[in-house]
């Protein structure tokens, strides 16, 4: 899967949509909000507030849960999905990060049970 612009979710009432009527997972690192949607793939809307820390940190949180979100191989289709880091998840690192992220994802059951490709991912 690539991310290009039919992966994102860059309206602000798609957005809305997800706060208002998703289910949530909350941590201490991350925010997120899940949706179905009748478009057939899955979406992903990124919301990192200046909170999170200066422009570098939240790029690299960004660039994190993009990597995250692209390398899952069986991802469900039909999902919106928007992920709210929060500034913990700067001074984290990748490993702690990346099972934050895929444990939401299986709460929220946008990914399958224990099928997760388990080769390491490499922060880019």
Excluded at 54 to 67: D, G, I, S, T, W
Excluded at 97 to 120: A, E, H, Q, V, Y
Aim: hydrophobic content about 35%; glycine content about 4%.
């Amino acid at each position: 899967m690539d991310f290009s612009r039919k992966y994102r979710i860059t309206n602000t009432k798609d957005y809305r949509e997800v706060y208002n009527h998703g289910k949530w997972f909350n941590s201490s690192l991350l925010d997120v909000s899940a949706k179905s949607n009748t478009l057939g793939f899955t979406r992903l809307g990124l919301s990192v507030s200046k909170a999170v820390g200066n422009a570098n940190e939240r790029n690299l949180v960004k660039r994190r849960v993009r990597n995250l979100f692209i390398s899952i191989n069986n991802i469900n289709k039909g999902w919106d999905i928007v992920v709210i880091p929060k500034k913990e998840s700067v001074k984290t690192n990748f490993q702690s990060f990346r099972k934050i992220f895929l444990d939401s994802l299986l709460t929220l059951s946008i990914i399958p049970g224990c099928n997760l490709n388990s080769k390491d991912l490499n922060e880019k």
